[in-house]
């Protein structure tokens, strides 16, 4: 499977189903917040593993960068915290 499909998957369904989207929101509050919320996703059927998600947000950051044609050469704030956003996009998400 492809992480991205089963992210777009994951926000698609967290959407529509409150439990989910609740579950996943808390995973954020916890000690490892990233090994929870993968562990929330495979228990859910959801094929996102940690190691799978940290280089996804690492792909995306390094892609960025190299879209600026060598002026990118530090990471702007933001741009690497994947996780962070997909709980803010759960937290947005309305009932």
Same mark, same amino acid.
């Given at each position: ?33 990233? @090994? ?27 892609? @960025? ?31």
């Amino acid at each position: 499977m492809n992480i991205q499909n089963e992210l777009e998957r994951l926000m698609t369904d967290a959407k529509n189903d409150s439990r989910l989207r609740k579950e996943l929101i808390a995973a954020a509050r916890s000690e490892d917040p990233m @090994k929870s919320f993968c562990d929330i996703c495979v228990k859910n059927g959801y094929e996102i593993y940690l190691g799978e998600l940290f280089a996804y947000g690492q792909d995306m950051n390094d892609a @960025k960068l190299r879209s600026v044609n060598g002026g990118g050469v530090n990471a702007i704030d933001g741009w690497d915290d994947t996780f962070g956003l997909l709980i803010k996009e759960l937290e947005d998400m309305k009932d």
